[in-house]
């Protein structure tokens, strides 16, 4: 049914077999057909039936997809009408189940043949036209169950070829799913006497409006309109009162008319502004550029939520939680929190006042972007619990120049991979200690252009305290950050040092350390000079006026089984020293004066380089 080499959707199936009645009655809403579908096509995978492609999509290889027309000859039929040498139907052949169309639609609507027993047609069209369906064209086909009609010439607007729907189109009294994709419809109020209609799909289509008429269709389940032109009238004035719809996917369809959304108790929803990759197994989504829901929907639907983008929000929330969402809810569904413009949000989540246990939120939550939030002063007002934001992957916050603090209270991060601060200029520090513990599979640390952040790690021990901590802890490795091995820090003039080390085997997959224009940074480690750095690949230093060395110059600790001292250090300027040797090694932009390196132990192995190795400052100039 399919063209060669054709990449074909899990969706797409799930219509098809929704269209044939494939299922029965053995499911009673859509997404029972669709986890069907998903075994089914295992099935066929793992037997080498079809290909596995991108984005969940599956391919006939050309020998399976010639065997099953082969098999199923007599009601398979494809029509290639730009191949003059094809064979032409016999008028008298009723045995045709499933057709599929290329080329002119003037030659599909021309063509004799007994379409009483077809039940899908797909229809390729190859050229740009402009056409009217004949009255008995559908008056041929009245089994249809399924169609789909699609121009392949492009998403151009001004290349949508145009197809008007005529009266006749009611006689299609079977059909069940109506799939249209890069064609002008225009009026499409014909459809509300379609009464089997389950689906109606349109994508890259222009429509005069969403008609009212669709509301009487009693076996409506599912709506898409993905990157539609709807001309007049807000659409959703029409969908909120189709009774009977469970999934509703509102792409990049939004016009002038859309004001206030209401939206019923759906069991799917994708409404999207934008061009997000969203996975078809996220059953409930909103990305939208403007919140164009009233308070109470936004509050019911955030409660289910996976995925949430907004861009613009004006409706005055100081928090999500309790504010939004109940604290005993947590908002533990959402896998994805994107927030951007929202100029009254001072946190996530308060619970400062209130009297209850500590709550566990965001339990589900993989990614957290936060962008352009002017008076957001932290993430948490209060204590959560200590497993709240334990799948939390991605961290990435940026122009919010009011945030002070990420995390008041000690938090399980197990599964951060990458964080990433950017312009948050009261922003004093990033971890607690017990915090920053958990970073086991932290790969990328990045902050830049933070003017008051004075430490990444920040503690109320003294030095020796917290290493007698981190060597008695639960945590038998004795290590932080084992995974690390991307450091960038720029603009942070009133850091001192980048990260502390307490443990020989802190750091050991550390690549890259990039630092720049950090006036009082002395240090890049605060502490522990006794390390192995065996991946660094590169370090590049810049416009660091007070920088000393890679380690201070002397530390003490009375831990248990452990004495790290460091000896006196000579001055050496150019350095030399057999200690370094390192691939790829940058410092300049600035007078460089260390006080020595002789005994700071770095042997990183790299076999084909000279131990003998130079650093030299360069000053003058810099391409950053």
Known sequence: MFLEDEEISIEILTRLGIGVDLFGEDYSIYEDARSRVVVAKNKLLDSCLLLEKREENVQMHDLVRDVAQWIANKEIRALNFSNKNQKPLDERDKNIKYLLS?????????????????????????????????????????????????????????ERTTLSLPQSIQSLTNIRSLIVENVKLGDISILGSLQSLETLDLTNCEIDELPLEITKLEKFRLLNLNTCEIRSNDPFEVIQICSSLEELYFCRSFNQFCQEITLPTWLRYHLIEGFPKINHSISKCVYLEHNYFTEATFKYVIQTLEILYLGEN???????????????????????????????????????????QVPNVFSKLVVLHLYKMENLEELCNGPISFDSLNNLEELYIKF?????????????????????????????????????????????LEITYCEQLRNIITNESRVDDIVEKILDG????????????????????????????????????????????????KYIFGQHQDVELASLKLLQLCDLPNFIDIFPESYHSTSKGSSYISKPKTELDPIKSNIFSWRHTCCYGYKYKLKGITNTKIPLVFEDQPQDCSISMVTTFSYF
Request: hydrophobic residues 40%; negative net charge; proline residues 4%.
């Open 314 to 356: 004006k409706k005055g929330w100081r928090n999500l939680i309790p504010k939004i969402v109940p604290v005993e809810q947590g908002m533990n569904d959402l896998i994805e929190l994107r927030l951007a413009n929202d100029p009254q949000l001072q946190c996530l989540v308060d619970t400062k006042h209130i009297d209850s």
């Open 102 to 158: 290329q080329g002119n639609l003037v030659d599909l609507f021309s063509f004799r043949f007994d379409g009483s027993r077809v039940e899908i047609l797909i229809v390729n069209i190859g050229i740009y036209d402009s056409v009217e369906v004949p009255v008995s064209f559908f008056e041929n086909i009245v089994g249809l169950r399924v169609m789909n009609i699609r121009y392949n010439g492009g998403w151009d607007i001004e």
């Open 474 to 521: 639960d945590n038998n490795n004795n290590s932080i950050f084992p995974k690390l091995k991307v450091v960038l820090i720029q603009s942070c003039p009133q850091l001192q040092f980048i990260l502390p080390l307490f443990s020989t085997r802190d750091l050991l997959l550390l690549e890259t350390i990039i630092i720049r224009d950090c006036d009082k940074l």
């Open 400 to 444: 919010c120049n009011h945030m002070q603090s990420l995390f008041k209270c000690s938090l399980n991060l197990c599964n951060l991979k990458t964080m990433t601060l950017t312009s948050c200029s009261k922003l004093v520090s990033v971890f607690e200690l017990s915090t920053c513990r958990s970073l086991v599979l932290l790969e990328t």
